[in-house]
């Protein structure tokens, strides 16, 4: 696989990582429904065969399970660790409610708890999750508190995700920042005129999430599908997902098809594809839940798509 450097950090990552949102399962607000275990293990297994060196997860996806799972898989891998990425800042109560909290004493005791999930010495990217809401002074001590869990070893590297610049330049004045992680794909290209801009000029990476808009590009979607997920899964909730705009968006996932199959790749690598040709862009976090979903999206980064295909699909949204 291509790899790419991480902003100022020294790790060199592969153009997909594994991502670990929907393998938390269900049981929580933003689950994905029903996930059997064993079929994330395997998946993540796959995704490490197959060369990707890195894997993208938070404490909250399924409330810690998700990186428990990482856990697990990583100790049945029998190869080099991939390196380890988790975020910080959502914390959940014991009636499973999530609220964000940007307390220096709550990020460390998260961090110690993600160490102890995931069995790891040190989080190689640690990053906070979101900024906060309407207040932005928190954003410094905050910062400060990740730049001392990076000076104690805890951590390797820290990010931040879903951050604007004005919130990056602030945490910058504290600590280096290495990453940004944003929602970038052919419908969500919000981060695209200034954000990533900054970033490239600024050395700091970035690992898109949500490449395929959630699975609505991998090709899989149908109107019917979309009317039988479950009440369980976030995703029956999203505007992206229901009318108007779902019309539009099959419109789209359809055109990836067809450009697909001039590659004889799947829509899903097409639209993984997409993002990764923006020169801002470091590498994808690509979310699967089965070996299967592994082995049709993983190798996205291999294809380079032409300047008519680009327009084609770019096309459909004007």
Request: proline fraction near 4%.
């Amino acid at each position: 696989m291509n790899k790419k450097k991480l902003g100022n950090s020294d790790m060199e990552l592969t153009s997909t990582g594994f991502g670990a949102w929907a393998i938390g399962g269900a049981g929580w607000d933003f689950g994905w429904g029903h996930q059997e275990d064993d079929k994330s293990i395997n998946a993540i297994i796959r995704a490490l065969e197959l060369g990707v060196n890195w894997i993208d997860t938070a404490a909250v996806y399924g409330l810690g399970h998700s990186e428990e799972i990482v856990a697990k898989a990583l100790g049945r891998w029998k190869g080099a660790r991939p390196y380890v990425f988790t975020k910080c800042a959502q914390v959940w109560d014991k009636d499973k409610n999530i609220t964000l909290s940007h307390d220096p004493a709550s990020i460390k005791k998260e961090c110690e708890n993600s160490l102890k999930r995931l069995k790891v010495d040190a989080i190689d990217l640690y990053q906070i999750h979101w900024p906060p809401r309407n207040n932005d002074d928190k954003i410094e001590p905050a910062w400060e508190m990740m730049s001392q869990l990076k000076k104690e070893g805890k951590v390797r590297w820290i990010g931040v995700s879903n951050f604007n610049v004005n919130q990056i330049k602030r945490a910058q004045k504290v600590a280096p920042v290495t990453s940004l992680q944003p929602p970038y794909n052919l419908i969500n290209r919000n981060y695209e005129s200034e954000i990533l801009p900054y970033c490239r000029d600024n050395n700091i990476g970035v690992i898109v999430y949500s490449p395929m808009s959630s699975g609505l590009f991998s090709g899989a979607f149908s109107k019917e599908r979309v009317a039988n997920l479950p009440e369980d899964d976030w995703r029956s909730r999203s505007a992206n997902f229901l009318e108007p705009k779902l019309s539009k968006n099959l419109e789209l996932a359809e055109k990836l098809k067809e450009v697909g199959n001039k590659y004889k790749r799947s829509a899903g690598e097409i639209a993984i594809a997409w993002t990764l040709k923006n020169p801002a862009v470091t590498a994808a976090i690509v979310g699967a839940r089965s070996t299967d979903q592994v082995e049709g999206i993983i190798h996205a980064g291999e294809i380079k798509l032409s300047d008519k295909d680009i327009q084609e699909l770019e096309s459909i949204l004007k």
